[in-house]
């Protein structure tokens, strides 16, 4: 939990330290690349770092900031892909005529490695909500009646808080992970 403290405020302070950041953007068509909504990837540029390199710091990322990192990790090819499962509880609150929703993530990151580069894909996003709520579902676009929308059929943007939401969640993440695989969020640990 202190990893995971030290990283949010490793990336709040930083925000601004990168020149490009990879972010995500939310359409009614899912997750974009804020820089080319035509990819539904991030590339996040890592100067000078051979692609094992790469690798081999994202497992570590791993171990550091998981809770059973052998259980999230789903599947790998040494040096080229990394899978890794994640299940967020209260993920967001979706305002419901008022009522706010507790809503749950469960999604897959897909990492392909490169030198000098990786990129990060979420796969197999569901955002359901939690408890009696449950079968109902956040999409991204949809009918009124169809399930917790955040565009209407039409295009037009529905709930600006869930993409918010969304968007700071997935960001803070790629935010994190840039940072640890440029080593700026490790600390010296002089004992």
């Not at 601004?16 to 359409?27: E, K, L, R, S």
């Not at 770092?49 to 710091?57: F, H, I, M, N």
């Amino acid at each position: 939990m202190k990893r995971m403290i030290i990283l949010v405020i490793a990336t709040i302070l930083s925000m601004n330290g990168f020149a490009q950041n990879a972010q995500f953007i939310v359409t009614k068509d899912g997750l974009r690349d804020a820089n080319d909504e035509t990819k539904n990837f991030v590339v996040i540029e890592v100067e000078n770092v051979t692609a094992k390199e790469l690798y081999d710091r994202s497992v570590k990322y791993v171990q550091e900031v998981y809770k059973n990192p052998d259980n999230v990790i789903k599947g790998s090819t040494n040096g080229e892909y990394l899978r890794i499962h994640t299940f967020v509880p209260s993920f967001m609150r979706y305002n419901n005529s008022g009522a706010k929703i507790s809503i749950d993530a469960d999604y897959y990151v897909e990492l392909r490695f490169k030198d000098g580069k990786v990129r990060y894909e979420i796969v197999n996003l569901s955002m359901k909500g939690s408890g009696i709520n449950s079968k109902y579902e956040v999409k991204f676009s949809g009918g009124i009646m169809s399930g917790y929308i955040i565009y209407k059929n039409n295009g037009d943007l529905f709930k600006k808080e869930a993409k918010t939401d969304i968007e700071d969640y997935f960001n803070k993440q790629i935010l994190a992970l840039q940072l640890y695989l440029n080593n700026n969020s490790k600390t010296e640990d002089n004992w």
